[in-house]
Every structure is written in structure tokens, then in C-alpha cells.
């Protein structure tokens, strides 16, 4: 079973709908979650991160973490074409600080 | 600006060739790493350090090494290069802060080996 599991995609949704992103992860014992945004031929960018059971908004994107569950999602509200990216998941290894990844969901807005 | 940087951007290089792959970064971050990504695969983490004279092998270190001796320098060696080393090298940073922890990535080293 691998660490971090995101379905590769592509999801396509309108321009201006909610975009949904979801993962799961194995170690019941992470403590720190985060999305980050990946542009074709770029590097990853931090977009959010969450750390607590529940809900984190920042602007368009929202958060949620299920520890219970072991599952975070990402949604995206009001999409934009600028938001077609691939969207990677990463979780905290046990063992320190490093992160485990995610292959991502590719994430096409159409106008 | 505050950033962290790679180089070269892209590398093309024989077979049996020793080459390094620079990372510096000017934020005064504790904490660095090297990731591999292949298109449409995860990051595969290489290699970590936690602060100066610390190192620590990742997933995919067997074949490489790294050292820091300067906070702001982490440099990734492959002894001998072979094709299958071809693929992005992403290097990353991060500071431990509850609300900023997570990574800042350099532009990444892109290598073919021939």
C-alpha cells in the first residue's frame, strides 16, 4: 500500500464550479497534511496546509482533514482556468520532517 | 528575495560521469532535501539533512550522496551517472513553525544521461 494515494485524474469541472480533491494516507500516526500546486513543467508551490481535525479555508481553497478516516481533501471554490494544475498530496513520515507525496490530480477547468 | 536556487536548470551528460547538482537557498531554513519526479509519479525523496554536518538517506539514496557543511548549501552528487538516473531533481527547504512548515521548491535540474 502506498503512503499517499490521490486519484491521477483528470478530473474536469466548469469554470466557476467546486473542484473536489481527495487522498488517503497509510500512517495513522501523521500529524501534518498539506496540498501543494504543480504546474506543468514548474515545481510545486505550497497552497495549504492543515494540521487539526476539520475545515481550513483560505480564500478559494479549503482544507478538510479526517484523521479518523485517514483522508484530507482539497476544494476549490469558483474555479478558475488558472487552477488546471496538477494538485499533489503530501503527508509528514513518522520518522521526522520529510514529506511523502502523493503522484497527484490533474485538475482541467474548462471556460 | 528570500528564495532558493538550482542549478544548472537542465543537464545532458554521458554515461560514468561524476556530476553535482548545486541547491543553495537564502531564507535560513534548517531543514533541506532532494526529491526525484518522473512524469506522472510521486517525488521520490533522496536524500535530508536537519542543519549543518546532519544527513540522512531517503528512499532512493543508494546511488548518490549529499553534504552540508553551509545551512544555506546542499549539494547532490552522483558518482557515476547512468540513463536510469535521468529524470528531475527537485530540491526543497522548510523551517519548523506551526504555521509554516511547509516545503519551498528550487526550479529543479532536469537530467538526461546519454
Known amino acids: 500500500q502506498k503512503e499517499v494515494e490521490q486519484n491521477s485524474g483528470p478530473l474536469s469541472v466548469p469554470e466557476g464550479a467546486i473542484a473536489s480533491l481527495n487522498c488517503t494516507y497509510s500512517?495513522?500516526?501523521?500529524?501534518?497534511f498539506f496540498w501543494y500546486r504543480q504546474y506543468s513543467g514548474k515545481s510545486p508551490e505550497l497552497i495549504m496546509s492543515?494540521?487539526?481535525?476539520g475545515d481550513k479555508e483560505d480564500g478559494r481553497f479549503t482544507a478538510q482533514l479526517n484523521k479518523a478516516s485517514q483522508y484530507v481533501s482539497l476544494l476549490i471554490r469558483d474555479s478558475q482556468p488558472s487552477d488546471s494544475a496538477t494538485y499533489l498530496c503530501?503527508?509528514?513520515?513518522?520518522?521526522?520532517?520529510?514529506?511523502?507525496f502523493g503522484k497527484g490530480t490533474s485538475l482541467l477547468v474548462t471556460p | 528575495e528570500a528564495d532558493i536556487y538550482q542549478t544548472p536548470r537542465y543537464l545532458v551528460i554521458g554515461t560514468g560521469k561524476k556530476i553535482t547538482l548545486e541547491c543553495s537557498q537564502t531564507?535560513?531554513?534548517?531543514?533541506m532535501y532532494w526529491y526525484q519526479q518522473d512524469p506522472g509519479m510521486e517525488l521520490h525523496l533522496i536524500h535530508y539533512?536537519?542543519?549543518?554536518?546532519?544527513?540522512e538517506k531517503g528512499d532512493l539514496s543508494s546511488e548518490s550522496t549529499v553534504s552540508r557543511i553551509r545551512t544555506e548549501h546542499f549539494p547532490l552528487t552522483l558518482e557515476s551517472a547512468r540513463p536510469s538516473h535521468t529524470s528531475q531533481y527537485l530540491c526543497?527547504?522548510?523551517?519548523?513553525?506551526?504555521?509554516?512548515?511547509?516545503?519551498?521548491f528550487g526550479s529543479g535540474t532536469r537530467l538526461t544521461v546519454v
Open positions: 526543497a527547504s522548510s523551517e519548523w513553525k506551526a504555521a509554516n512548515y511547509g516545503y519551498t
Open positions: 500512517d495513522r500516526g501523521s500529524q501534518s
Open positions: 492543515i494540521y487539526s481535525n
Open positions: 503530501a503527508v509528514n513520515r513518522i520518522s521526522g520532517y520529510a514529506l511523502n
Open positions: 531564507m535560513g531554513h534548517d531543514k
Open positions: 539533512s536537519y542543519g549543518v554536518n546532519s544527513t
